[in-house]
């Protein structure tokens, strides 16, 4: 099978056919007694031939065995883990890799289109196929002990995502790859800080990630965007420690590779870590007085998610950000016409204006001009439903439930916005291999017809979508 695009080949390809199956109702003696007569470690628990669930060793040991129960009274139902994680025989290799990492499992089950049992996959199935798979990479850092292994892991993050691009797989699997990896290299850089000067650090708050990272939309080379929020009750000797923590593991991020933000947004920062009650008082403040630097702190701060710690403060923020909008009906007005001031660079002839002069003459900021407005005015459009969390994508999706716009403009949308991240990404990758800082510039010269034209529909796009949200919300009447 061809390497290269090994990862492109539907799961059928290399899922094994044979699956051990058991009833809900057959003991857990039965049950275990055929897993040792076949030497395996998982069986599925089915129902009519669909999977309901699964029963690992691991089950066994902390359901049963440390537990003392007599596994003649238990039943496979009582007992196994659900739902199971599933994959459709034709979806491609790459997302069972994705499915296992994400979620730390090592099987799949394979479905048919009615959900029926079809195979199962393994991880030791896809990490036979070839050495340069993301498999060994999660591996990797797992076991990586030291900075200095990050900071290796980090730099060949590239290498896998010019691996995927040139395997073409879809875009937005592969910011979702890069969005994993940069998550799991966080989590791993907070572990070792922990380990080196913090075992004694409260346990009552939580490190967020922000921006493009808190939407799961970073590219290559993101620079930070992170706070934290810590339990109001703690003293000031724990509230000390969690600064110090701040500033150590934004050092070692740096250290490894992932630039720190030119405008502060970093934990590090006490403007960008605060007690629940002081960030609930900021909030309020950005929501009912909406400036431009109060709207500008929101957006960004919006698109928290917990990376570490305790989810509950984010949970509790983003309900707090509801009820808020929900009384303060101009605050998304003033959003919308912040996004008014990034008109598309088109010109009267219907020509793409790029820089006049500076390091990127000739060439066009893709982010301002296409990405950010997309993502800003969905971000509204969902906010006003109550909508917070998810990506781009997954929040245009919602709007196609709630047919709050036309189904053809929301698509234009979608479509528009992949095709400049696609290009952003692409333009980055050429940048690192000319050893250039990647930035959101492309260049424009370097686009064929085809892409030239696409390109001016996104920028004809965006357009559409800052007109609906000029009438949407009367903005001509907003000074």
Avoid at 35 to 44: D, F, L, P, T
Avoid at 142 to 164: C, G, H, Q
């Amino acid at each position: 099978m061809d390497e290269k695009n090994i990862l492109l080949k539907p799961i059928k390809e290399i899922s094994k056919k044979q699956v051990f199956t058991t009833s809900p109702l057959a003991s857990v003696r039965d049950i275990a007694n055929f897993m040792k007569e076949k030497n395996i470690s998982g069986i599925v628990v089915s129902e009519n031939n669909l999977p309901i669930g699964i029963i690992t060793d691991r089950d066994f040991r902390n359901k049963v065995v440390s537990k003392g129960l007599v596994s003649d009274n238990i039943k496979a139902h009582e007992i196994m883990s659900g739902p199971v994680m599933t994959i459709h025989e034709e979806d491609y290799i790459f997302e069972a890799v994705y499915k296992m990492t994400k979620n730390n499992i090592h099987r799949l089950v394979v479905v048919d289109d009615m959900g029926r049992i079809a195979g199962i996959v393994t991880d030791t199935d896809i990490i036979k196929l070839q050495t340069n798979t993301p498999f060994y990479f999660i591996r990797d850092l797992e076991y990586a002990n030291r900075f200095d292994d990050l900071k290796i892991l980090n730099d060949k993050t590239t290498a896998f995502v010019n691996f995927l691009m040139s395997s073409k797989i879809k875009t937005v699997e592969i910011i979702r790859f890069i969005s994993h990896i940069n998550d799991s290299l966080i989590k791993k850089c907070i572990e070792l800080v922990l380990r080196d000067n913090y075992f004694d650090l409260p346990e009552d708050f939580a490190f967020l990630v922000l921006g493009s990272e808190g939407r799961r939309e970073q590219t290559l080379k993101t620079d930070q965007d992170n706070a934290i929020v810590y339990d109001d009750v703690l003293d000031n000797v724990s509230i000390d420690k969690i600064k110090t923590f701040s500033e150590k593991l934004i050092e070692a991020l740096i250290y490894i590779g992932i630039p720190e933000c030119p405008g502060g947004i970093m934990a590090k920062n006490s403007f960008w870590r605060r007690s629940l009650i002081d960030w609930k008082q900021t909030l309020t403040k950005w929501i009912s007085v909406p400036t431009p630097e109060n709207i500008l702190n929101y957006s960004m701060f919006s698109d928290l998610r917990t990376l570490y710690g305790m989810e509950r403060f984010e949970l509790e923020l983003k309900e707090l950000i509801k009820e808020l909008v929900a009384k303060e009906s101009l605050f998304l007005a003033h959003m919308a016409k912040n996004v008014l001031r990034f008109p598309p660079p088109i010109g009267f002839l219907g020509n793409i204006k790029t820089e006049k002069e500076g390091k990127y003459k000739g060439k066009l900021d893709i982010k301002k001009a296409v990405i950010f407005p997309i993502t800003e005015g969905v971000k509204i459009l969902c906010l006003e439903e109550g909508i917070i969390s998810g990506t781009t994508v997954e929040k245009i999706n919602r709007l196609m439930e709630l047919n709050l716009m036309p189904k053809s403009d929301l698509l234009e949308l979608e479509t528009s916005f992949i095709f400049a991240v696609n290009l952003r990404l692409k333009s980055q990758l050429n940048e690192i291999s000319r050893n250039e800082i990647p930035s959101n510039y492309i260049d424009v010269k370097r686009l064929n017809h085809i892409e030239m034209d696409r390109l001016k529909i996104a920028l004809s796009v965006v357009k559409t979508l800052q007109s609906f949200l000029s009438s949407k919300f009367n903005l001509s009447f907003i000074s």
